[in-house]
């Protein structure tokens, strides 16, 4: 855990949930409250855990222990989301500790994504992610290579998260021995409008990070396309060409978004 911040990655979750067997979810609370819990854990990135949905108010009870504001905990992602109704209750279990925090909600059901528009919109949602593995054994779904089985899902998630104004955060790729794949699986995530994806091991971050790192012909061409709107605006024109492309308001707002992710890329 003290090493996870090296990795490059800008969000570090501690995992109480699925990745700890059932007889080890108290040893792994306590373990997580020790580094927490330390003054000089301290990285730049920022730090969540992610709870169980049974067992949240035993996983903060340990976890932030008696002087939560003393505990280093930036936001809490919260698994098998169904309703807006299971944000609200992890956030009023917060608030009952003295912390108010950002909550990662992790859509990863059927119910989950019919009702992924009202969790973008419960006021303690921060971002909407994406669980792919969950919600086809939810289906009884079978996953493959093309995910065409979940394709609806995901862009389902992304719509949500656009229309609600938060962050959008796409599946793990599980096979983390796949660069390509991932390489492949990140570039699509990037194209539907998603803001970051979920890494499961250390040599998953700087592929999704290269990934989501607008190419420097991109960059140039975003700037091109910001100078001349910015000229196209004092001349009171809203339509202007830049290299013979003629560029709208669509297109500007495409062109931001490239020059937020380099500079996003460059922290």
Not at 32 to 59: G, M, Q, W, Y
Not at 174 to 202: N, V
């Amino acid at each position: 855990m003290r090493k996870a911040p090296a990795t490059g990655a800008d969000v570090v979750c501690f995992d109480l949930e699925d990745a700890v067997a059932p007889g080890k979810k108290a040893e792994a609370r306590n373990s997580v409250h020790e580094v927490l819990s330390d003054p000089k854990f301290d990285p730049d990135c920022e730090v969540t855990i992610r709870v169980n949905t049974e067992a949240a108010v035993a996983d903060f009870d340990t976890v932030l222990g008696e002087a939560a504001e003393n505990v280093r905990l930036d936001a809490v992602m919260v698994p098998k989301v169904a309703e807006a109704a299971d944000v609200r209750w992890v956030a009023d279990l917060l608030e009952e500790r003295d912390r108010e925090l950002p909550l990662l909600s992790l859509v990863e059901s059927a119910r989950g994504v019919l009702n992924a528009e009202e969790i973008a919109d419960a006021e303690a949602t921060d971002a909407l992610v994406f669980g792919a593995e969950d919600l086809a054994a939810d289906l009884g779904a079978t996953r493959t290579d093309e995910g065409t089985e979940v394709l609806h899902a995901r862009q389902q998630v992304v719509l949500a998260a656009s229309a609600a104004g938060v962050d959008a955060i796409d599946t793990v790729h599980t096979d983390f021995g796949d660069d390509a794949g991932l390489r492949r699986e990140t570039g699509t995530a990037r194209e539907f409008g998603y803001d970051g994806k979920m890494a499961i091991h250390p040599t998953q971050v700087s592929v999704i990070n290269d990934a989501f790192t607008p190419e420097p012909a991109r960059i140039e061409w975003a700037e091109t396309v910001i100078a001349a709107s910015d000229e196209a605006a004092a001349e009171g024109k809203g339509v202007f060409t830049v290299d013979g492309e003629m560029i709208d308001a669509p297109l500007v707002a495409q062109a931001k978004r490239v020059l937020d992710l380099a500079a996003a890329a460059s922290e």
